[in-house]
């Protein structure tokens, strides 16, 4: 059974606490774990990892004191809301809210002193798990307010009493989440999900995700959603959405779900845009040659693939020195290094946004000139760079003088991938 249908049966009651622990060590690795809940004589140890007896070992441990997720590393504050009963100062810990039956719980994990703190994808699986199971307290939600039911599921709210308190859990996760009944509408919205689609959540709950889409585009979605429920199974993937600040990066989960005799849809959206952004500076610097600072072979092929995906026309430049090894057998490698640096920086002078310079090899370099699709529009940069390295380069007292080939293609007309597009400039040369 899976982490998520394991927390929606544990929060139904189908199954204990126990069987949970024992599936979520496929997605978060702990050495301990406990789960505690409010109950009429205090806080309740439901089930541990390792067994412990723990009968009145948490009695100062409260439970709505950690109704967000917490992550807490070796050496942070462990004294409040009890936690000192719970968590050893050198450990790390990890806890998340989840409901347990009819009432709120808290699963704390934690790792023995000098292991690795949890890491931010299992910061993320816990935000999931958190909303995937306290989203089941919102498919019977009664109206704040209402009178208190006896049996059945009228008293789920044993500790929250009040939709309202519930409401504002929700929307305190750093994470959208929506559930959809099986006519596709939301039965459930979170400020963050609401915010995703520039929505009042108020306004989102009735709604489907067709509502803000083309004709076209929400019958394509109801069709996939369709597919997802009866897949059974979890789909995650990326979507890029529109943001004042710029495009952000989503990672959506959407999990198709069972309950009270209804096929429903749980998304939970994380936005990891930060996180892709810093894999692509880290990428960039993996891939930047160390002696001009250029970015290299590998970074020019990547950027160049992108620009092929955008389907932006662009030269790419072959430039092969002429007679280099001249200049390190005369003058010595440090000299050749230092030309091979003043090349570099020559011609990026000149280079608009858009267009980049890499350095291949040893004496080779590309150039991929943006929105240029023709010899005529590629002429002027081309003989920009002939004439800047014909003029000499003035090195530790010395006047040496450097000269190139160049040969061009082009996209679309010369192929449509990088290493088609290279091979055809290096034999135009």
């Not at 023995?112 to 699986?125: I, P, Q, V, Y």
């Not at 199974?233 to 999990?255: C, F, M, N, Q, Y």
């Amino acid at each position: 059974m899976t982490v998520l249908k394991t927390l929606l049966a544990v929060a139904e009651g189908a199954v204990g606490a126990d069987s949970l622990l024992a599936v979520l060590k496929q997605a978060i690795h702990f050495d301990r774990a406990v789960i505690l809940a409010n109950s009429s004589g205090g806080t309740e140890l439901v089930a541990s990892e390792p067994s412990i007896d723990g009968r009145g070992a948490f009695e100062d441990f409260a439970v709505r004191g950690f109704l967000e997720v917490t992550h807490l590393a070796a050496g942070d504050d462990k004294t409040r809301a009890g936690l000192s009963s719970l968590v050893a100062a050198e450990e790390c810990a990890l806890l998340f809210p989840l409901s347990l039956g009819r009432r709120i719980a808290v699963a704390a994990l934690m790792r023995r002193a000098g292991k690795a703190a949890f890491s931010e994808e299992e910061l993320t699986a816990a935000r999931v798990f958190a909303a995937a199971s306290l989203s089941r307290m919102a498919a019977d939600v009664q109206p704040a307010g209402a009178a208190p039911q006896t049996g059945g599921t009228g008293n789920m709210y044993a500790d929250i009493q009040d939709q309202r308190l519930f409401k504002v859990i929700l929307d305190h996760l750093p994470i959208g989440l929506t559930v959809q009944d099986s006519s596709g509408r939301f039965i459930l919205a979170n400020a963050m999900a609401a915010a995703d689609l520039a929505v009042s959540a108020e306004r989102l709950v009735g709604c489907s995700p067709g509502d803000f889409l083309s004709p076209e585009d929400a019958l394509s979605r109801r069709e996939w959603e369709r597919s997802v429920t009866s897949g059974g199974k979890t789909i995650t993937a990326e979507t890029v959405v529109a943001d004042h600040e710029g495009p952000r990066v989503l990672l959506t989960s959407h999990t198709p779900v069972f309950i009270t005799n209804n096929n429903l849809l749980i998304s939970s959206s994380v936005d990891i845009t930060e996180h892709r952004e810093i894999e692509r500076r880290l990428s960039e610097r993996a891939h930047i040659d160390k002696l001009t600072g250029l970015p290299d072979r590998v970074r020019i092929q990547e950027y160049a693939e992108q620009v092929i995906r955008e389907h932006t026309p662009f030269a790419l430049a072959f430039i092969d020195l002429d007679n280099f090894k001249h200049v390190n057998d005369y003058y010595s490698h440090a000299i050749g290094d230092a030309v091979l640096i003043k090349i570099g920086e020559r011609i990026s002078a000149k280079l608009r946004p858009g267009d980049m310079l890499a350095r291949i090899s040893g004496d080779e370099f590309v150039l991929l000139l943006q929105g240029v699709d023709d010899r005529e529009s590629a002429g002027p940069s081309i003989a920009q760079v002939l004439s800047d390295l014909k003029q000499p380069f003035y090195i530790e007292g010395f006047e040496i003088f450097s000269s190139c080939s160049i040969g061009v293609s082009f996209y679309p007309a010369h192929g449509d991938n990088y290493e088609v597009l290279r091979r055809n400039a290096d034999g135009a040369m």
